[in-house]
């Protein structure tokens, strides 16, 4: 008896050390691929950044910077997203609704040439041209000389952390970057093992804004300075005619030192530091556009908060707040034994024709942490270079166009899980369309609704700013951006934005519409005219030029859209009056958006012009494929005619700009063609991007960045036909991989991962009970979701227990 319970606790101990065992391997194996998702998505380089397109950005929304990571002379250049000339004010264009009138009246008289210059002299308005303009710079001057080694520079996704590391005379020094979020601020940490500590200067500085004075040094304490001034015109430029304007942004920028040794001073307008081990230094910054007059007082509060944290814990929360957004999403497509070379060097090695998944997949999460660093609620949206801008006068003003660049900044929001971000869009956007209604009567004579041309800025100027007709006279600004509107309400499902802020804008837009269309005796339909096909031209019967025409493509595509999810979103909020009566009658003899001519091409027009740039970048007459969803798989004539369209495109030198090659592959995705699109992500990743991977239009523009990562979302996941198509148009060199967190419309998160360019397993989940078809390749089926639990599925989409 006594040896059988011996042999029994010797069991019970084999098994107690057997779950251990397998305990610890299971916490060691997770601890492995902690370590490994952490070595992964870090851009890294071997040498300081030596021009602006090779540093590295961090932001918090509102707050940013680019950092040089120069060990003798730092740069961190500085941005802040209000940063702009002016203010709320705009003078009215000389057009009215006898001059559009006139307009029409020549369109349908061919007289072309007339109406593109008409339409410039009598609706553009002559308002100054006004700049997002950069915050200035911080410099780090350090006194030690001597050749550095083991140096790294690196941004780290997964923390949004720039770190700069190297050895100099044997002691190690680290300079840390972040901007934080929760604690408002850019905040920066140097160390060194040197015994004899950091010695260096600080200084702030900002480039004249055109031979003007526009900031001035203070000296408050010995550890602080700070930059206060106003953002005043970018050359006073009024088209041909010079203007100087005295006011804009009020601003102030401050920078404090805390350091644990040593001494710190300031002398002739620099912060001095002297034997430091360690350093903080904090940079705040506030305008008087979110502040009026207390702009100062705000830095104070600011600064009297994060003075009492120390690093770690500024650190710990900025990490924390950033990855409840950045960790939502996760996506490996494997090789990653190219992490060890550094990200530069990736590039020429793709640039030589060498495949880099790996790099593929952190482009995509790079899109990523670039939208949460530069949109987060209660900022200013992502303008067209985001927030980070080293300019006093940007290209293309750094502002906000919507003919396709403000909208593409925001196509990742809602399918890569950062709805939420999406919201300073809608601020703007808001805005903009109330003084549209002003412009829309003032203009056009339209007393109903509103309306936005093709570019507006931190004031929300809703009117066309245009030398030429070809690039400035749109007026479907604002009806694109309803699409994003009812694009989150699909993602979300919030009845309440749907209601208050949704609604009101489709109503707006479908009312203006409504009153803007004229009938067509020849067609007997409702066409909008004058129209313009963005930035394009097409040759008119006399073989000149011409820009604006008897309707467009992507006009009527548009209008048809607004009243499609106007009608719709009327019917889930159970209204029926007469408006909804009046689209409805208006929609079912509107002008085709979809025009197939007889070469098998989508009519960029209403006639079938040939046009004098037949690669142009723009592929507007698709607006129905993508961003749209009229032209779908269950329309194999007008597919096929899409399809058509961009082999044409492409064969005539098409999508050059970065921005163009992204949309592309949003495009090969709706099209289900992985092939081509895995030849534009080639493309994109050969000559599209900077050393920092910037897209490059060039110059740099973030649109094309966010293109892309919108792109590889809708290459393996989408939702726009009433049902999940899962991997439509995975990239044959992507064989392997998993991506976790996508939204679906419907709030649905998606999970997918497969192997050998095959699905392997669907995980589904919904915050309420949900039924919906899903379709992997020819197999379609139709899954139901249990509320708040998820589901999985083989890759012969059954069940798994």
Not at 67 to 90: K, T, Y
Not at 233 to 262: A, C, H, M, W
Not at 528 to 546: D, F, I, Q, R, V
Request: one cysteine or more; hydrophobic letters at 35%.
């Amino acid at each position: 008896m006594g040896n059988l319970i011996q042999i029994v606790k010797k069991i019970k101990n084999v098994r107690t050390l057997i779950a251990g065992l397998i305990i610890l391997a299971c916490s060691n194996a997770l601890v492995r691929a902690q370590d490994a998702e952490d070595s992964q998505n870090v851009l890294w380089y071997s040498e300081p950044a030596k021009e602006w397109m090779q540093a590295l950005p961090v932001g918090n929304g509102r707050l940013g910077a680019m950092v040089f990571g120069d060990p003798h002379n730092e740069r961190i250049q500085l941005n802040e997203d209000s940063m702009w000339a002016g203010g709320p004010d705009w003078e009215s264009s000389k057009g009215n609704s006898a001059d559009l009138t006139l307009l029409r009246q020549l369109l349908e008289e061919g007289k072309t040439e007339q109406v593109d210059s008409l339409i410039v002299e009598k609706f553009s308005n002559k308002t100054i041209l006004r700049s997002h303009q950069t915050m200035g710079d911080l410099y780090i001057d350090f006194e030690e000389e001597s050749d550095i080694s083991n140096y790294r520079r690196e941004l780290d996704l997964n923390k949004a952390l720039v770190t700069t590391s190297y050895t100099l005379n044997q002691a190690q020094y680290v300079q840390k970057v972040f901007a934080s979020h929760p604690d408002d601020a850019l905040v920066i940490e140097l160390t060194t093992t040197a015994k004899d500590g950091l010695n260096l200067e600080l200084r702030l500085d900002r480039p004249k804004d055109h031979d003007q004075s526009t900031v001035k040094m203070v000296n408050p304490t010995p550890s602080e300075i700070s930059m206060k001034g106003m953002v005043t015109q970018n050359g006073g430029k009024r088209f041909s005619k010079p203007l100087s304007i005295d006011y804009g942004v009020r601003f102030e920028t401050r920078l404090k030192v805390i350091n644990n040794s040593g001494t710190v001073l300031t002398k002739d307008g620099k912060i001095v530091l002297k034997g430091v081990k360690k350093a903080l230094l904090f940079i705040v910054a506030n305008t008087s556009f979110y502040h009026g007059e207390n702009y100062v007082k705000k830095n104070d509060e600011t600064l009297s908060k994060i003075l009492r944290k120390p690093f770690e814990s500024l650190l710990s929360d900025h990490i924390v707040d950033y990855q409840e957004l950045y960790k939502r999403v996760s996506f490996d497509l494997e090789g990653h034994e190219l992490d060890k070379i550094p990200t530069n060097q990736r590039l020429e090695r793709i640039k030589k024709g060498e495949n880099d998944n790996a790099l593929a997949a952190t482009l995509f999460q790079f899109g990523r942490y670039l939208l949460i660093a530069c949109s987060r609620p209660n900022t200013n949206p992502a303008n067209l270079q985001g927030l980070w801008n080293n300019h006093i006068e940007a290209p293309w003003n750094a502002d906000y166009h919507l003919n396709i660049n403000l909208q593409m900044n925001y196509w990742p929001a809602e399918v890569t899980n950062l709805s939420e971000l999406h919201q300073p869009f809608f601020d703007l956007i808001d805005r903009v369309l109330e003084r549209g209604k002003t412009t829309a009567k003032a203009q056009y004579g339209i007393n109903r609704g509103t309306m936005a041309h093709h570019t507006t800025d931190l004031w929300a100027t809703p009117f066309m700013r245009a030398e030429r007709a070809y690039w400035g006279s749109w007026i479907h600004g604002g009806g694109w951006c309803a699409q994003h509107y009812w694009k989150h309400y699909q993602f979300t499902k919030d009845a309440v934005f749907l209601k208050e802020r949704a609604y009101p804008v489709l109503k707006d837009l479908a009312a203006f519409y409504l009153d803007w269309l004229i009938w067509d005796k020849k067609s007997k339909k409702w066409v909008s005219a004058p129209e313009t096909s963005p930035e394009n031209s097409y040759l008119a019967p006399n073989g000149k030029s011409a820009a604006v025409s008897y309707g467009s493509a992507m006009g009527h595509q548009i209008i048809g859209e607004v009243f499609d999810n106007f009608l719709e979103a009327s019917k889930i909020l159970g209204i029926q009056d007469s408006l909804v009566i009046e689209v409805r009658g208006k929609r079912r003899n509107l002008h085709p958006g979809v025009l197939i001519g007889e070469d098998g091409r989508i009519l960029e027009w209403n006639e079938p012009y040939d046009e004098p740039e037949k690669g142009h970048r723009h592929m507007s007459h698709l607006y129905a494929l993508h961003p749209g969803d009229d032209i779908v798989e269950s329309n194999p004539k007008a597919f096929a005619a899409a399809q058509r369209t961009i082999d044409y495109r492409l064969e005539h030198g098409g999508a050059g700009t970065g921005w163009s090659r992204a949309w592309m592959i949003n495009m090969n995705g709706r099209l289900l063609d992985g092939l081509s699109a895995q030849e534009n992500i080639d493309k994109f990743l050969q000559i599209s991007l900077a050393d920092n991977l910037f897209d490059m239009h060039p110059p740099f523009q973030i649109d094309g960045n966010f293109g892309y990562t919108a792109g590889v979302a809708e290459l393996l996941l989408q939702s726009h036909e009433g049902f999940l198509r899962l991997l439509p148009a995975l990239p044959p060199k992507w064989k392997n991989g998993s991506i976790t967190g996508l939204k679906a419309r419907g709030n649905i998160t998606v999970d997918l991962e497969w192997k050998d360019g095959e699905l392997t397993q669907v995980t589904l989940k919904a915050n309420e009970k949900k039924e919906i078809a899903i379709q992997y390749g020819n197999q379609k089926i139709l899954v139901k979701i249990p509320k708040s639990k998820q589901i999985q599925l083989n890759k012969n989409l059954k069940l798994i227990p």
